[in-house]
């Protein structure tokens, strides 16, 4: 629930405020702002609290760290046939092509060290499933180009998964955010992968150190596990998956 008790979570506090999650929390990290801890590391707010704290109701929110193009809907196919540009990703969202710079450094061991810890579960709980790295396609209704960074698609799913690319909508898709912080994976691609019904949608920040897990529950995303710094994150429905931030940091 997002709100209880005039109590509410650290993603409707971003909403309030327009910041980032990932201010948020670094924001409870630094004790900059009030918080209430509840079991498991679980943090909620009040807003008024935490507008007492700032000195300010009024927040400027962040711009968008992507660019949309007016005057083209793009494909798959206009995918296929765009040249390579080294040191850049793209991606088509709904149409719209996305230009972004290629992942860094510490976004890949981050990126390594996850896909170890999914590897590792699903090999003992879906043999048949995969556990897949980017770069790889994702593709949704011809106008859906992606490529998240970690996905697992289960063995109840094979038919998705082509020779070239993965046609349709993995139980799981991860997202590790830039340095800067992306509206575009928290807003943008959030919205595509709910309409797609993905049961599983994680986000990671390695520069705040976070970890957000979602869960598609009667259509809509529920944040349902979270953890920070050297939290041990224990993940509610994919039962026994422990998930030890520290080590993805180090």
Known sequence: MAK???LITAQVLAEELGLSVETVWRYTREKKIPYIELGSKQYRYRLAD???ALGSSTVKK????YKASANKKYTYQDYLEMPEEPGYRLEILEGMLVKEPSPNVPHQRVSRRLARILEDYFWEEDPEGEVFIAPLDVTFHDVTVVQPDLFYVSGAQKEIVKHTRIDGSPTLVVEILPPSGSRKDRLQKMQIYQKEQIE????VNPEEKTLECFHLREGVYALIAAGMDDDVVEHPILNGLSIPLSGLWK
């Open 200 to 203: 599983h949608y994680w986000l």
């Open 62 to 65: 962040q711009p968008a760290d």
């Open 4 to 6: 209880e008790n005039g």
């Open 50 to 52: 935490v507008l007492n």
